[in-house]
Nanobody, 115 residues
Framework: QVQLVESGGGLVQPGGSSRLSCAAS????????MGWYRQAPGKQRELVAAITSLGSTNYADSVKGRFTISRDNAKNTVYLQMNSLKPEDTAVYYC?????????WGQGTQVTVSS
């Protein structure tokens, strides 16, 4: 049974930083593309960042230069380092594991950027 468990997030001040973690189990982590998505109230879920099994990354234009995705295959964990956070980054952040048409999702973690 595949499980993706996110941690991190919470309330952060504008301009601050936070790191999300996603621990995966029940799958061969190293072969999956791992991603972070987010969904703000009233908006569709959107891709924030992804990292392939080979370590290639891509980012949404809105987070380029501020967010960094990384993975540790030895720990079956993917991270999202978020810097220079803005109020518009407020959303529920979801971890995703993708292999072809297979997608697994975490339960989500709230990130709120507010003073």
């Amino acid at each position: 049974q595949v499980q993706l468990v996110e941690s991190g997030g919470g309330l952060v001040q504008p301009g601050g930083s936070s790191r999300l973690s996603c621990a995966a189990s029940g799958l061969i982590f190293s072969i999956y593309t791992m991603g972070w998505y987010r969904q703000a109230p009233g908006k569709q879920r959107e891709l924030v960042a992804a990292i392939t099994s080979l370590g290639s990354t891509n980012y949404a234009d809105s987070v380029k230069g501020r967010f960094t995705i990384s993975r540790d295959n030895a720990k079956n964990t993917v991270y999202l380092q978020m810097n220079s956070l803005k109020p518009e980054d407020t959303a529920v952040y979801y971890c995703n594991a993708q292999l072809g048409k297979i997608h697994y999702w975490g339960q989500g973690t709230q990130v709120t950027v507010s003073s």
